[in-house]
């Protein structure tokens, strides 16, 4: 499937300072779309495609600043690059500390700021590929039985086959079996595999009894 059109999504409430950047950046033929205030970004529909939000810190209510954690709280995955014309170090130090890609100053040069899009736009195509990829082993996760995510936790924790006979209070031949199948709906090639596969999932530490 053809990857769509990256977007980069503009929040100002200077109708001149949105106009510009909306102009800048559909002059280096990127999609482009500009908003007055964080409630009309969240109420609009948002195509399923690459993007980056352009975030002025200073808006009418809550800050910029206020709205990137909102976003991550939502589990809106958005890179987002800020700019002010009020910004300080400690404004700029907390804005990277939770994720921005970049803090500029106004009035900023517009290869900077198309860097940042770009770097942002990168940012969000990694963060999108990586969630297929968990999307994907949660669903062959979610094809295991009760049994078997308890044998495939206690694998990961590196107990051997007659360990976890013994633990389980089955035999060792079942416990090969129930390793078959693991490795099958998980699809792993080799012990390594199936224990990055956990630490991805962020498989439980220790093995809980089945009922």
């Known amino acids: 499937m053809a990857e769509q059109r990256p977007i980069v999504f503009v929040v100002d409430d200077d109708a001149s300072m949105r ?8 002059s280096v033929g990127l999609a482009a779309r500009a908003f007055a205030s964080p409630r009309e970004f969240l109420d609009a529909d948002r195509p399923d495609a690459p993007a980056c939000l352009v975030l002025d810190v200073r808006l009418p ?10 976003l991550a709280q939502a589990g809106i ?5 800020f700019i002010t014309g009020h910004g300080d170090v400690p404004m700029s130090v907390r804005a990277i500390k939770a994720g921005a890609v970049e803090f500029l100053i106004k009035p900023f040069r517009d290869q900077d700021l198309l860097d940042a899009i ?12 990586d969630a297929i990829v968990m999307d994907d082993l949660r669903e062959r996760y979610a094809s295991l039985t009760a049994r078997e995510r308890e ?3 206690l694998v990961i924790l590196g107990r051997m086959n007659k360990q976890i006979a013994g633990e389980l209070g089955v035999s060792e031949v079942t416990v090969k079996v129930h390793r078959g ?14 224990v990055r596969m956990g630490d991805l999932l962020g498989h439980a530490a220790s093995a809980r009894p089945v009922g």
């Open 181 to 194: 199948q693991i490795m099958r709906k998980m699809r792993a090639r080799s012990l390594p595999e199936l």
């Open 19 to 26: 106009a510009a950047v909306q102009d800048l950046i559909e």
């Open 77 to 81: 995955v958005i890179p987002v690059i």
């Open 151 to 153: 044998i495939m936790a």
């Open 61 to 70: 209510g809550a800050s910029g600043l206020t709205f990137q954690q909102e």
């Open 118 to 129: 770009n770097a942002g736009i990168e940012r969000n195509r990694a963060q999108r590929s």
